[in-house]
C-alpha cells in the first residue's frame, strides 16, 4: 500500500530515534534504510541497554545483541557482539553480504572487523562501571520490570531518557514498504553468553510486507516462548488490528506466565500492511513513538493488561 511513510519505536528514547529514520522517510527513502539510521541514534547515544554504553553481563563485558528484516524477508543479525559500535549496520551486512542470517560472537565480531567497523576499547562507560559494581555486591540475576536491569541507572536527564531499555523500530515508507530493527545489550548482568529475542527473527522482530510489522521490547525469555513478533503478525494475518494482535500475544504470555507475570515486563509494538499501527503491554510503563507528517515527536502510553 503507497501512502503516508510513518516510523514508530520503543520507549521514550524512540523520539530521538524517530527523528532519525524521519530524516530518510520524509524524503521518500527506503523503510530499510530508516530503520537502520534511526536505530543508530540510539547505539550512539548513552543508553543503559542499547550500545557499547550499556550495562555489561555479570562479567562485566558488554555483549550486543541487534537484527533486521527487510519487505522481502530478507533478513539479518548478529548477537553478542562485542567491542562493536553499531551492531545494526552489522546485521545489515550479515543480510546484504553474507549467504547467512545469523552471525554471533567471535565469528561476528571479525566479519564487522573485515566489513570495516572499528574495533572499540574493552572498556565500560562511567555509568555501566558504577551499575556494575552497585551489581556485584549483591550479584542477584532480578530484572525489574521497565528497566531491564538488576541495576537502575537513573543517570540521564530528567523523565529518565537514558534508563530505557531496548529498541525497536518498524518503519513504513511512501511506497508501502515495511521494515523493522532491534537492537540491545540485553539484559543487564546477564549470564554470559545469554540470548534474548531481540537478535531472533521471529521473536524480537517480524515482517511479512502483505500482512504488517511486529517487534518486542521486555523480557526476552518470554518473548521467544511464544515466538513473539511473528505470533503478532500471524494474528494481525487472521484479521486482528495491530493493537488487538499485540494484546492477544500479551494475552498468550500472561496465561503461560500464570502468577510469575506480574514480575515481568513483555511489550509488542505493530504496523499493519495498511498503515495502522498499535501496541500493548504486560504492565503499565510501556510507552512508544510515533512519527508521521502530521506528528514528528508523539509519546504513546500502551495500554496493558495488568
Ligand atoms: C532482552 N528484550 O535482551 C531484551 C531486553 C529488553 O527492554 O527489551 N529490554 O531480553
Known amino acids: 500500500v503507497a501512502g503516508k511513510p510513518q516510523v514508530i519505536s520503543t520507549w521514550d528514547t524512540g523520539l530521538a530515534a524517530n527523528l532519525g ?15 537502520e539510521a534511526g536505530v543508530m541514534v540510539t547505539e550512539d547515544s548513552q543508553n543503559c541497554c542499547v550500545g557499547l554504553g550499556g550495562n555489561p553481563d555479570r562479567e562485566g563485558i558488554v555483549t550486543l545483541d541487534a537484527c533486521i528484516m527487510d519487505d522481502q524477508f530478507n533478513c539479518g543479525s548478529v548477537a553478542a557482539l562485542e567491542r562493536i559500535k553499531h551492531p545494526i549496520s552489522v546485521a545489515r551486512r550479515v543480510m546484504e553480504r553474507t549467504p547467512h ?11 564487522a572487523v573485515a566489513q570495516g567497523f572499528p574495533l572499540e576499547a574493552q572498556k565500560l562507560s562511567p555509568d555501566a562501571e558504577k551499575a556494575y559494581k552497585e551489581w556485584l555486591k549483591t550479584s542477584q540475576y ?63 522482530l517480524f515482517v511479512d510486507n502483505a500482512v504488517g510489522a511486529a517487534a518486542a521490547t521486555g523480557q526476552g525469555e518470554d518473548v521467544i516462548r511464544i515466538a513473539g513478533a511473528h505470533t503478532v503478525v500471524e494474528l494481525m494475518r487472521q484479521g486482528m488490528s495491530p493493537k488487538a494482535a499485540c494484546k492477544a500475544a500479551i494475552e498468550r504470555v500472561a496465561r503461560i506466565k500464570g502468577d510469575k507475570a506480574k514480575d515481568i515486563q513483555v511489550c509488542f509494538i505493530a504496523i499493519s500492511a495498511q498503515g495502522q499501527h498499535g501496541a500493548f503491554a504486560l504492565q503499565k510503563g510501556f510507552s512508544y513513538a510515533v512519527c508521521d507528517a502530521q506528528n514528528q515527536q508523539q509519546l504513546i502510553q500502551a495500554e496493558y493488561l495488568l
Open 21 to 35: 529514520a524521519w530524516k530518510v522517510l520524509s524524503k521518500g527513502g527506503r523503510a530499510l534504510d530508516a530503520v
Open 101 to 111: 542470517v545469523m552471525l554471533v560472537g567471535e565469528g561476528a565480531q571479525q566479519f
Open 142 to 204: 532480578k530484572p525489574v520490570v521497565n528497566i531491564e536491569n538488576s541495576g537502575t541507572r537513573n543517570t540521564g536527564p530528567v523523565g529518565g531518557a537514558n534508563n530505557h531499555d531496548t529498541i525497536a523500530m518498524l518503519a513504513q515508507d511512501v511506497q508501502g514498504r515495511l521494515s523493522g530493527s532491534c537492537t540491545t545489550s540485553g539484559m543487564g548482568f546477564k549470564m554470559r553468553g545469554r540470548l534474548g529475542d531481540s537478535p531472533l527473527i521471529g521473536s524480537g
